[in-house]
């Protein structure tokens, strides 16, 4: 099970912190991702972390976001700074995708197997 938090509504350069909260799974092993889905837009890819730490970004984010996890918690986190209207989304927790973030699916959404119910992020 994957839970979100901290989404919520700020004006354009201000920083959130959202939080996934992983249970009843053991995910070490895989990619696990922050998805997010604009109102009539597909499910896009914003970062993937995998076991060893790695990490990547999709462009729209990359140095302004930041994928982290504790894995002691089992809890994954995504710190957004510099916040931008287009990033108005419900922002969801994914996990169970590929092995390492080196891989080309690594952001790609139809690779992930379980999905938290998400979190809305409005900047404006």
């Known amino acids: 099970q994957l839970v979100e938090s901290g989404g919520g509504l700020v004006q354009p350069g201000a920083s959130l912190r959202l939080s996934c909260a992983a249970s009843g799974y053991t995910y070490s092993g895989y990619c696990m991702g922050w998805f997010r889905q604009a109102p009539g837009k597909a499910r896009e890819g914003a970062a993937a972390i995998d076991s060893d730490g790695s990490t990547s970004y999709a462009d729209s984010v990359k140095g302004r976001f930041t994928i982290s996890k504790d894995n002691a918690k089992f809890t994954l986190y995504l710190q957004m700074n510099s916040l931008k209207p287009e990033d108005s989304a419900m922002y969801y927790c994914?996990?169970?995708?590929?092995?390492?973030?080196?891989?080309?699916?690594?952001?790609?959404?139809?690779?992930?197997?379980?999905w938290g119910q998400g979190t809305q992020v409005t900047v404006s």
């Open positions: 994914a996990a169970d995708g590929p092995r390492t973030v080196a891989a080309v699916t690594s952001l790609n959404a139809q690779v992930y197997n379980y």
